[in-house]
């Protein structure tokens, strides 16, 4: 048995022979077992940027432009506030930075911003 246990949640670490032997955090006051899995990567996530103030995303070009897409028909919806807003704008914008020499990619991004290219492709 391992003389000590870290958190996967806050990266507590702990030598106390019951917290190792049950897999538990005195800190979150949580089982580790008991922790869902994508909430752990979510805060291992969390940690790492506030540890980096930094985060390295590697997408697929053709995953970003169906991304911008897919963002540019969310910030249609009226409900999406300021916050998630901004959000957009700047992945938008980042989007048009990286294909700033690939015109045929910029053509398909500003035809996203534009709602009357919202139609269904006939059958």
Do not use: N
Request: glycine content about 6%.
């Amino acid at each position: 048995m391992p003389d000590v246990i870290s958190c996967p949640r806050c990266g507590a670490v702990s030598h106390h022979p019951k917290d190792i032997q049950e897999r538990y955090c005195g800190r979150c006051h949580q089982f580790h077992d008991l922790m869902d899995e994508t909430k752990i990567l979510s805060w291992r996530m969390a940690r790492e940027l506030e540890q980096h103030r930094a985060l390295e995303l590697v997408v697929d070009a053709a995953a970003v432009v169906e991304l911008a897409g897919l963002i540019q028909l969310a910030l249609r919806h009226p409900g999406v506030s300021a916050g998630p807003r901004k959000t957009a704008a700047l992945f938008l914008s980042g989007v048009r930075a990286y294909f700033a020499d690939c015109p045929a990619v910029l053509s398909v991004v500003r035809r996203g911003d534009d709602p009357s290219e919202d139609v269904a492709p006939p059958c």
